[in-house]
C-alpha cells in the first residue's frame, strides 16, 4: 500500500471525530419551574448574588450537568418545543443549583421559565407545568472580570476559602493554587469544597496570587493572576477583582451541533 492511500485512509478517520467536535452540542430534556416564588440559595451557594448573573435568570439541573458542582457558574440557552406557545429565542440561564426532582432535567425559577414563552404566552406556559425542551451550553459573558470573594468561614493567616464569581466564556476550572505574589515559587493547591468554593489550611501570606486550570476545546490550559489578588489584610465577606478574564471555549463531541445563536 503507497503511501497516498495511507494518507487518505488517516484523513479519513479523522473526519469524523473533526465533524463530532462542538461547542454548541444541542440535548434534549424535560423542563419545570421553582414551586416557589422565593429566591433559592442554591446548592452553588451563590444566594442573592446570581440575582446580579444573566438578567437573573437561574436554573437548577440533574447531576449529569451539575457534576457534583462543576457546572455551577455553566450558561445555557434553553428553549421549549411548543412552538405555538415558545419562542424560537428560549431563555439564556446560568447553573446555580442540584434539581433533585426526577421528573424533570432542568428547574428554571420563574422569571426564566416565563421568558421562553412567546409574546403574551406565558400564562399559558406555566399551565403546562412541564415541557419537552432543547438546550445548550454558551459562553457567559460579564461586562466585568474574574472576581473572588472570601468566604466568612476563612480565618487568617492560615485557612483561605474562596469563591470564583463572573466566571466567563465556556469553561470549568478544574484546579486551583495560590502563591505569594513576589519571590515565591512555593505554590500551595487548593481543594474544591463545593461548586465554585475553593479552600486550603496552608494558605501562604499575603499578598497572594492565583492560578487556575480552566478547560479549553478538548484541554486545559493555565490562566495566571500574577499581580495582587487578595491583599495582606484580606477580610472575609469581601469581593477581589483577578484582573483577568476566562474567554475560552471548551468543546465536546455529539451529532447535533448548532452554533448559531437562537432568536
Same mark, same amino acid.
Given at each position: 500500500?503507497?503511501?497516498d ?13 473533526s465533524a463530532?467536535?462542538?461547542d454548541?452540542?444541542?440535548?434534549q ?24 448573573? $444573566? ?5 437548577? =439541573?440533574?447531576?449529569? @450537568? +451539575?457534576?457534583g &458542582? ?5 450558561c445555557?440557552?434553553?428553549?421549549c418545543k ?8 428560549g ?11 426526577t ?23 406555566k399551565?403546562?407545568?412541564i ?5 445548550k ?16 468561614? $476563612?480565618?487568617?493567616?492560615n485557612?483561605? =476559602?474562596?469563591?470564583? @464569581? +463572573?466566571q466567563? &466564556? ?5 484546579a ?30 499575603g ?14 490550559k493555565?490562566?495566571?493572576a ?18 483577568v478574564q476566562i474567554?475560552?471555549?471548551a ?7 448548532d452554533t448559531?445563536?437562537?432568536?
Open positions: 500500500m503507497g503511501c492511500s495511507v494518507c487518505l485512509i488517516f484523513v479519513l478517520f479523522l473526519l469524523p471525530c463530532m467536535a462542538c454548541r452540542c444541542v440535548h430534556a424535560r423542563a419545570g419551574y421553582f414551586s416557589s416564588s422565593a429566591f433559592p440559595v442554591g446548592a452553588c451557594g451563590y444566594g442573592s448574588m446570581a440575582l446580579g448573573f $444573566s438578567g437573573g435568570y437561574v436554573a437548577a =439541573a440533574g447531576s449529569a @450537568l +451539575y457534576r &458542582g462543576i457546572g455551577c457558574g455553566a445555557f440557552q434553553v428553549r411548543n412552538t405555538k406557545i415558545c419562542s424560537s429565542g431563555v439564556k440561564v446560568i447553573l446555580t443549583d442540584l434539581n433533585r426532582i421528573d424533570t432535567d432542568l428547574a428554571l425559577n420563574r422569571p426564566a421559565y416565563a421568558a421562553m414563552a412567546r409574546y403574551g404566552m406565558a400564562k399559558e406556559l399551565k403546562l407545568g415541557v419537552d425542551v432543547e438546550y451550553r454558551i459562553p457567559c459573558e460579564y461586562n466585568k472580570n474574574l472576581s473572588i470573594r472570601v468566604e466568612e468561614k $476563612s480565618q487568617s493567616p485557612y483561605l =476559602a474562596i469563591k470564583f @464569581l +463572573y466567563g &466564556g465556556q469553561t470549568d476550572i478544574v486551583v493554587d495560590v502563591a505569594q505574589v513576589v519571590g515565591s515559587s512555593d505554590w500551595q493547591f487548593m481543594s474544591r469544597n463545593y461548586g465554585p468554593v475553593w479552600s486550603t489550611n496552608r494558605a501562604p501570606p499578598p497572594l496570587q492565583l492560578r487556575m486550570v480552566v478547560t479549553g476545546g478538548y484541554d486545559g493555565w490562566v495566571w500574577q499581580e495582587e489578588v487578595l491583599p495582606v489584610d484580606w477580610k472575609t465577606g469581601s469581593v477581589y477583582d483577578s484582573r474567554t475560552d471555549i468543546q465536546e463531541g455529539c451529532f447535533t451541533c448559531k445563536d437562537w432568536k
